[in-house]
């Protein structure tokens, strides 16, 4: 581990008072009356929600878990006035590459825990010590540890500046980045801001396109191209309530997310429900359900499904703010959040110069079944070095099919070596 005075050893230890607090919320819990039809075709099911509601009062075992997490080495650094925590696990093998994983809505690092001895100890799994990984995993601002949201807000230009400062402060001179959901456009951000140092960029979570840009035409598409676009056509129609929640009134939304565990269980598990693959009828059929319950609980312990709704509001701010720039609307910031904002023109003008430099890092994309990524989409040009599509697995696909992402993580870095 590097010896930078700025990274501290970190140790989740929630205290008991919050953990029995937890399971008297649940207990306790204030039901909604049942619809005439309790299937998931409004939402999470009642009768579905109180079964896993009891478990996770009195058949979940944070302790366990937290114990768990804590075999990983943790840590915290602040990064412009952002604090970071990370999992750190180094390799034993002395040519393992170092790889940042990033991830995204509602996950959080707990997504690759099932990743993270497949890729540090290779041969213990089933693979060549040629193919080992020295791995970190940082919580983005305002998720699980890296809390509360810092003075610079949320917006992927900005994390991707915190991640390039934080493989330089754990001293790593090359490495690889992976990402998925939003993490996928920080890992796409690190190849253009840190090119020098960005030996290529691994992409699972894409969608056939951005979420308000309208539907996907199925003109010319091959059939299974055609399903990927009726699903993300699909989700236009019904599946962005969340979304436009939280990216234009998370506070309203806070209040429920950070007052009650049930409703914080709900908000995450729909999107485990509507995002895994569509083989698996129910979340823990995708999922282990303890892991799920793990990573609902960090968000409950840490008050992140807030400041989570929050980094996503902000972020979409950016990102509309970008738009209107590139369409010549004047400048990035359309609002207050543009002041606390990093991402700038001048910010874009340096980036842009700084790729010019460089050769652009190889990118790739693993697309599993659940997934909307479309190559003629989101690759037109033909320029991805790898597209590999899976008809298994889904939004998680760390945490549904950590073999399947593990292999194609090996099988993409192993020539950029």
Same mark, same amino acid.
């Given at each position: 581990?590097?010896?930078?005075?700025?990274?501290?050893p970190f140790t989740i230890e929630?205290?008991?008072?919050?953990?029995?607090?937890?399971?008297?919320?649940?207990?306790?819990?204030?039901?909604?009356?049942?619809?005439?039809?309790?299937?998931?075709?409004?939402?999470?099911?009642?009768?579905?929600?109180?079964?896993?509601?009891?478990?996770?009062?009195?058949?979940?075992?944070?302790?366990?878990?937290?114990?768990?997490?804590?075999?990983? =080495?943790?840590?915290?650094?602040?990064?412009?006035?952002?604090?970071?925590?990370?999992?750190?696990?180094?390799?034993?093998?002395?040519?393992?590459? =170092?790889?940042?994983?990033?991830?995204?809505?509602?996950?959080? =690092?707990?997504?690759?825990?099932?990743?993270?001895?497949?890729?540090?100890?290779? $041969?213990?799994?089933?693979?060549?010590?040629?193919?080992?990984?020295?791995?970190?995993?940082?919580?983005?601002?305002? &998720?699980?540890?890296?809390?509360?949201?810092?003075?610079?807000?949320?917006?992927?230009?900005?994390?991707?500046?915190?991640?390039?400062?934080?493989?330089?402060?754990? +001293?790593?001179?090359?490495?690889?980045?992976?990402?998925?959901?939003?993490?996928?456009?920080?890992?796409?951000?690190?190849?253009?801001?840190?090119?020098?140092?960005?030996?290529?960029?691994?992409?699972?979570?894409?969608?056939?396109?951005?979420?308000?840009?309208?539907?996907?035409?199925?003109?010319?598409?091959?059939?299974?191209?055609?399903?990927?676009?009726?699903?993300?056509?699909?989700?236009?129609?019904?599946?962005?309530?969340?979304?436009?929640?939280?990216?234009?009134?998370?506070?309203?939304?806070? &209040?429920?997310?950070?007052?009650?565990?049930?409703?914080?269980?709900?908000?995450? $598990?729909?999107?485990?429900?509507?995002?895994?693959?569509?083989?698996?009828?129910?979340?823990?059929?995708?999922?282990?359900?303890?892991?799920?319950?793990?990573?609902?609980?960090? &968000?409950?312990?840490?008050?992140?499904?807030?400041?989570?709704?929050?980094?996503? &509001?902000?972020?979409?701010?950016?990102?509309?703010?970008?738009?209107?720039?590139?369409?010549?609307?004047?400048?990035?910031?359309?609002?207050?959040?543009?002041?606390?904002?990093?991402?700038?023109?001048?910010?874009? +003008?340096?980036?842009?110069?700084?790729?010019?430099?460089?050769? =652009?890092?190889?990118?790739?994309?693993?697309?599993?079944?659940?997934?909307?990524?479309?190559?003629?989409?989101?690759?037109?040009?033909g320029a991805m070095s790898h597209?590999?599509?899976?008809?298994?697995?889904?939004?998680?696909?760390?945490?549904?099919?950590?073999?399947?992402?593990?292999?194609?993580?090996?099988?993409?870095?192993?020539?950029?070596?």
């Amino acid at each position: 581990m590097t010896t930078n005075t700025n990274i501290q050893p970190f140790t989740i230890e929630i205290p008991q008072h919050e953990v029995d607090d937890l399971k008297l919320r649940l207990q306790s819990a204030r039901w909604p009356a049942t619809p005439a039809v309790d299937d998931w075709s409004r939402g999470v099911p009642v009768g579905y929600l109180k079964e896993l509601a009891a478990y996770w009062a009195d058949g979940y075992d944070w302790r366990a878990a937290e114990a768990e997490l804590n075999a990983i =080495p943790q840590f915290t650094t602040e990064i412009n006035g952002q604090r970071i925590h990370f999992f750190h696990q180094q390799s034993a093998e002395p040519n393992a590459l =170092p790889l940042i994983l990033t991830h995204g809505w509602p996950g959080s =690092p707990v997504e690759f825990q099932a990743l993270i001895g497949r890729l540090t100890d290779p $041969v213990a799994h089933g693979g060549d010590a040629a193919d080992a990984f020295h791995v970190v995993v940082p919580s983005l601002p305002g &998720y699980g540890f890296s809390t509360p949201l810092g003075p610079a807000g949320f917006n992927l230009f900005g994390v991707a500046q915190m991640w390039a400062e934080l493989m330089s402060r754990l +001293g790593y001179e090359r490495y690889a980045a992976h990402g998925t959901d939003a993490g996928s456009g920080v890992t796409g951000m690190l190849t253009m801001i840190d090119a020098a140092h960005v030996v290529g960029a691994h992409l699972a979570g894409v969608t056939a396109s951005a979420p308000f840009a309208g539907p996907v035409s199925t003109d010319g598409l091959s059939e299974s191209d055609t399903k990927r676009a009726e699903t993300f056509n699909r989700y236009l129609e019904d599946g962005l309530g969340y979304l436009v929640s939280q990216s234009t009134r998370p506070q309203t939304v806070a &209040y429920g997310l950070n007052d009650s565990p049930i409703a914080q269980l709900a908000w995450i $598990v729909e999107k485990f429900a509507e995002w895994t693959d569509p083989d698996k009828k129910l979340p823990e059929e995708a999922v282990d359900r303890d892991q799920l319950l793990t990573n609902v609980s960090l &968000y409950w312990f840490t008050e992140s499904g807030a400041s989570s709704a929050h980094a996503l &509001y902000e972020g979409m701010q950016a990102w509309k703010a970008m738009l209107a720039q590139q369409s010549g609307g004047g400048d990035w910031g359309g609002d207050d959040n543009a002041e606390s904002s990093e991402w700038s023109a001048d910010d874009s +003008g340096d980036a842009a110069a700084a790729w010019g430099q460089f050769t =652009p890092p190889p990118t790739g994309v693993a697309v599993f079944g659940a997934e909307t990524a479309i190559k003629s989409l989101v690759d037109p040009a033909g320029a991805m070095s790898h597209w590999v599509e899976y008809d298994q697995g889904g939004h998680f696909a760390a945490m549904e099919v950590p073999e399947l992402l593990t292999a194609d993580l090996r099988a993409f870095f192993q020539p950029l070596r």
